[in-house]
């Protein structure tokens, strides 16, 4: 799905601005920094695998919030990416089986960590009843945004990696080659919310808390 890209207004040099310290706060957390040198802890990864997997698992559901209260403009783009966003959940347990997760911990949900739990809240509230804008900003531009930092960072060391395959990188590298097309776009329905009068500031609001919830969930899980 090709995006057609406006110009930018003033404001989203500024979001982005703002944003960046943030993304590369999640770059710089042990997760992905071990992922990077193909130094991940077993049992620490396969926690971290499992108490994120909520974020993953309902991620298509927070699409269909979006979609239920897209303008019309936008609903070609929900419904492409809620049918992505359904593989994903596969590939993330393919991730899982590479790192000899028992399939039971993802078919049993385990009670959500408090991190995880905040940031899946914020991210269930935002899409149910924020500004269209803001929600968006949030969800595509901020948490798919980064998604494909950091399987290129990942991929560093674990495209090394032996034991976990092609499939334990499915994930990765689907992230990592998917250029951002879901961010750009996303940007251009948030783009047109501002346009008929949502404010940028509440945007990036939006977006840098959850960037935080998203690294403090990163850190928890892989204690």
Not at 94 to 99: E, L, P, V
Not at 165 to 173: A, I, K, Q
Not at 196 to 220: C, F, I, N, W
């Amino acid at each position: 799905m090709s995006v057609q890209v406006t110009p930018h207004p003033a404001w989203v040099a500024e979001l982005d601005a703002t944003l960046e310290p943030h993304r590369e706060a999640i770059l710089d957390t042990p997760v992905i920094v071990h992922a990077s040198e193909n130094a991940l802890i077993n049992g620490k990864i396969q926690d971290f695998l499992v108490a994120f997997y909520p974020i993953i698992r309902d991620f298509p559901q927070w699409l269909q919030m979006l979609l239920d209260r897209s303008p019309e403009d936008g609903k070609v783009f929900f419904r492409d990416n809620i049918r992505v966003e359904r593989r994903h959940d596969a590939m993330w347990r393919a991730m899982g089986d590479g790192f000899n997760v028992p399939r039971a911990r993802f078919q049993t949900p385990e009670p959500m960590i408090d991190e995880v739990k905040e940031f899946h809240a914020y991210l269930t509230e935002m899409c149910r009843t924020a500004p269209f804008g803001e929600a968006v900003s949030a969800t595509n531009y901020a948490v798919e945004g980064v998604a494909q930092k950091i399987s290129e960072k990942a991929l560093r060391g674990l495209a090394k990696n032996v034991k976990i395959g092609p499939r334990g990188r499915w994930w990765l590298e689907e992230h990592a080659k998917y250029d951002d097309e879901h961010p750009i776009h996303a940007l251009e329905i948030i783009k047109g919310c501002v346009q008929r009068g949502e404010a940028p500031k509440a945007v990036t609001q939006a977006a840098q808390k959850s960037l935080s919830y998203m690294r403090e969930a990163m850190v928890a899980t892989y204690e």
